[in-house]
């Protein structure tokens, strides 16, 4: 995760960082958990792998009806008990559609009250007006709401007319009982061409948040792989990001504006500032060594809706243990499982252009389950990294 607002925009500082106790990933506020010294992971729990809709890109390839080995309430309390023991900060309920799940208010109820933060990742079509007043009496944090483009691509994208209408009603619905609203939108040539009218929206219903997530070849998403952006339209794509993010900044928009799951685009931000804005620059790279890169296996996790632990939610194919088995906590720091171990070290296994990378320590290797997913080698470089030769350093003028 990239923050675009927080690194080239000025919205957090190193200072920022270091004045909580010792950078803990349960002393940091939501904005600044990326830069935690600590790496304790955020949870993705796919609760449910229920869907009223059917995205072309669902990672976790959601179905119409929950799966029947899903983990009941009081396993899903279990879980919950154990990763507050464990000191995770936050858990992020997600899908399928976490609110087709009869229970999630309660399983965010006892998140809240057990000290930890609770935000979902939703397509909004389900959430009316008590729907959001309901969320933000139990203390959600943070709803994220996923957007593929204005109406038309939209809909298309997530095969059910009307649902881009319905999903900014459930922007506005959580707008009036103040609770916090952001956008996700992945991106593929099928819909890049949209990102300047997604920014629009974000201005004109005044969103604080938008993420852009890189695609990932994982689930239903797998058969975009062709879709995927060439080098020349990611970086026309994060120069994009950069301007309007700007703008809005320069028009006293504060918006934060994150890149998510391709860390090529931290190294660009800071070469795009050393031509613009040295000063700034120097502040980045010393943000992004706090940052460390991709968090798979470290700062993220996931908990499938049948109680696998996955070390992201794109890892659906690899299992590193279940919660019916044994706590996460002990799954997660199990290093004698071979993946686990080297996913916590990774810059010591990357192979080709990324082991001599000059930027390596500040981006951990970027996607490794996407280098899997092309190549067939877990180590092979991510082919959706953009940065030239010369830019990582391998050329004579580099």
């Given at each position: 995760?990239?923050?675009?607002?927080?690194?080239?925009?000025?919205?957090?500082?190193?200072?920022?960082?270091?004045?909580?106790?010792?950078?803990?990933?349960?002393?940091?506020?939501?904005?600044?958990?990326?830069?935690?010294?600590?790496?304790?992971?955020?949870?993705?729990?796919?609760?449910?792998?229920?869907?009223?809709?059917?995205?072309?890109?669902?990672?976790?390839?959601?179905?119409?009806?929950?799966?029947?080995?899903?983990?009941?309430?009081?396993?899903?309390?279990?879980?919950?008990?154990?990763?507050?023991?464990?000191?995770?900060?936050?858990?992020?309920?997600?899908?399928?559609?976490?609110?087709?799940?009869?229970?999630?208010?309660?399983?965010?109820?006892?998140?809240?009250?057990?000290?930890?933060?609770?935000?979902?990742?939703?397509?909004?079509?389900?959430?009316?007006?008590?729907?959001?007043?309901?969320?933000?009496?139990?203390?959600?944090?943070?709803?994220?709401?996923?957007?593929?483009?204005?109406?038309?691509?939209?809909?298309?994208?997530?095969?059910?007319?009307?649902?881009?209408?319905?999903?900014?009603?459930?922007?506005?619905?959580?707008?009036?009982?103040?609770?916090?609203?952001?956008?996700?939108?992945?991106?593929?040539?099928?819909?890049?061409?949209?990102?300047?009218?997604?920014?629009?929206?974000?201005?004109?219903?005044?969103?604080?948040?938008?993420?852009?997530?890189?695609?990932?070849?994982?689930?239903?998403?797998?058969?975009?792989?062709?879709?995927?952006?060439?080098?020349?339209?990611?970086?026309?794509?994060?120069?994009?990001?950069?301007?309007?993010?700007?703008?809005?900044?320069?028009?006293?928009?504060?918006?934060?504006v994150l890149t998510v799951d391709n860390h090529a685009d931290g190294p660009y931000i800071y070469q795009?500032?050393?031509?613009?804005?040295?000063?700034?620059?120097?502040?980045?790279?010393?943000?992004?060594?706090?940052?460390?890169?991709?968090?798979?296996?470290?700062?993220?996790?996931?908990?499938?809706?049948?109680?696998?632990?996955?070390?992201?939610?794109?890892?659906?194919h690899y299992t590193l243990g279940n919660v019916r088995q044994r706590p996460f906590s002990e799954i997660?720091?199990?290093?004698?499982?071979?993946?686990?171990?080297?996913?916590?070290?990774?810059?010591?296994?990357?192979?080709?252009?990324?082991?001599?990378?000059?930027?390596?320590?500040?981006?951990?290797?970027?996607?490794?389950?996407?280098?899997?997913?092309?190549?067939?080698?877990?180590?092979?470089?991510?082919?959706?990294?953009?940065?030239?030769?010369?830019?990582?350093?391998?050329?004579?003028?580099?």
């Amino acid at each position: 995760m990239i923050g675009v607002s927080k690194l080239y925009c000025g919205a957090v500082e190193p200072g920022d960082v270091l004045r909580y106790r010792g950078r803990g990933a349960k002393d940091l506020p939501s904005h600044l958990l990326q830069f935690s010294a600590d790496k304790k992971p955020v949870v993705v729990w796919n609760l449910t792998k229920r869907c009223n809709l059917k995205c072309l890109h669902c990672y976790a390839q959601a179905t119409a009806t929950a799966a029947p080995d899903e983990l009941s309430q009081e396993e899903g309390l279990d879980l919950l008990r154990d990763l507050r023991d464990f000191g995770v900060p936050v858990v992020l309920f997600s899908g399928g559609e976490p609110l087709m799940r009869p229970d999630l208010y309660d399983l965010v109820a006892k998140t809240v009250a057990w000290g930890m933060r609770a935000v979902i990742s939703t397509n909004g079509t389900l959430i009316d007006r008590d729907t959001a007043w309901r969320l933000k009496d139990l203390g959600l944090s943070y709803v994220g709401i996923s957007l593929d483009g204005t109406q038309e691509i939209h809909d298309r994208f997530r095969g059910q007319p009307g649902s881009f209408a319905a999903a900014m009603k459930g922007v506005t619905h959580c707008q009036e009982r103040g609770l916090k609203v952001g956008l996700r939108f992945t991106v593929s040539r099928l819909n890049y061409l949209e990102v300047p009218a997604i920014f629009d929206l974000v201005e004109a219903y005044d969103i604080p948040r938008i993420c852009f997530y890189h695609l990932v070849y994982a689930g239903r998403g797998s058969k975009l792989v062709e879709e995927a952006l060439s080098h020349g339209q990611t970086r026309e794509l994060v120069d994009l990001i950069l301007t309007r993010t700007r703008r809005l900044f320069d028009g006293g928009r504060t918006v934060e504006v994150l890149t998510v799951d391709n860390h090529a685009d931290g190294p660009y931000i800071y070469q795009r500032l050393l031509q613009e804005d040295p000063r700034r620059a120097a502040k980045v790279l010393e943000l992004l060594q706090m940052n460390e890169g991709n968090q798979s296996g470290r700062g993220i996790g996931c908990v499938s809706w049948d109680g696998e632990v996955h070390p992201d939610q794109f890892w659906r194919h690899y299992t590193l243990g279940n919660v019916r088995q044994r706590p996460f906590s002990e799954i997660w720091t199990d290093l004698s499982n071979p993946l686990m171990a080297q996913l916590k070290d990774k810059k010591r296994h990357v192979a080709g252009r990324c082991a001599p990378c000059r930027w390596l320590d500040i981006c951990g290797g970027n996607f490794r389950v996407r280098a899997e997913a092309l190549t067939g080698d877990l180590w092979a470089p991510d082919p959706a990294c953009y940065l030239t030769d010369a830019e990582i350093g391998l050329s004579k003028d580099g």
